[in-house]
């Protein structure tokens, strides 16, 4: 458990939202989430464009976004995603948040509004590829995405690892992570033979799962287009 030092002026910003919170809560979304799997310790089902309107009241604070990123709410972690200053954010903390995160929707507003603005992306990612655990690949490859659909660059060695993926089990949360960045990388002259490669070992190692089964059918037909 983090403890947080108290500041008033902080702990009032944090009450303050809490209470814009509970006025747009949505029990009716957060029982959905709930069925469809996506479990948060407390989850107020407020949407995300009202938390972005509720973000957009504030400036960004480091400190208030810590605060609120240490509650065990899916909003307040949300907000402090949209709240954290992105040039205050270190490749240490960023790999920490992640290692934090407990649903694949809150590493998706992670990579895409706050880590995604981080200069030491390419580096991160590479990181992220070499934990052999689900939530870290999943977050390189959505990271990868967002990068690529933001700044559209020519790819470096850093990427490589992720070029490197029919021995991953393919589960739902991972396949549609990938699929972005793999067309992107396909369309790389120097990667297509070492893609195409990897998606027919994933089809000969993998015919037995229908997902892995799914990114291929889906890389082989937008591939083509």
């Known amino acids: 458990m983090t403890f947080l030092p108290y500041n008033q002026d902080v702990d009032a910003t944090v009450k303050e939202i809490m209470i814009k919170i509970r006025v747009a809560m949505n029990g009716v979304t957060s029982e959905l989430m709930s069925d469809r799997g996506v479990k948060y310790k407390t989850n107020f089902g407020v949407a995300f464009p009202d938390l972005q309107k509720i973000a957009q009241q504030y400036s960004p604070n480091e400190l208030v976004a810590t605060y609120l990123w240490h509650k065990s709410v899916r909003e307040t972690k949300i907000l402090a995603i949209l709240l954290y200053p992105a040039q205050a954010l270190t490749l240490e903390k960023s790999i920490t948040w992640i290692s934090d995160c407990d649903t694949v929707e809150l590493i998706e507003y992670l990579c895409a509004h706050l880590v ?33 659909k933001r700044n559209k660059p020519e790819l470096t060695e850093e990427f490589s690892p992720l070029l490197s993926f029919s021995s991953i089990h393919i589960t739902a949360k991972l396949a549609q992570s990938m699929l972005y960045f793999l067309l992107y990388a396909y369309q790389k002259n120097e990667f297509k033979e070492n893609i195409i490669n990897e998606m ?26």
């Open 116 to 148: 995604v603005f981080t200069p030491f992306v390419p580096t991160l990612i590479t990181q992220l590829a070499r934990i052999s655990e689900e939530k870290q690949i999943i977050a390189a490859y959505t990271l990868a995405a967002h990068y690529c």
């Open 200 to 225: 027919q070992n994933l089809k000969k190692n993998q015919s037995e799962n229908h997902l892995a089964m799914w990114l291929y059918t889906e890389f082989e037909a937008l591939s083509q287009d």
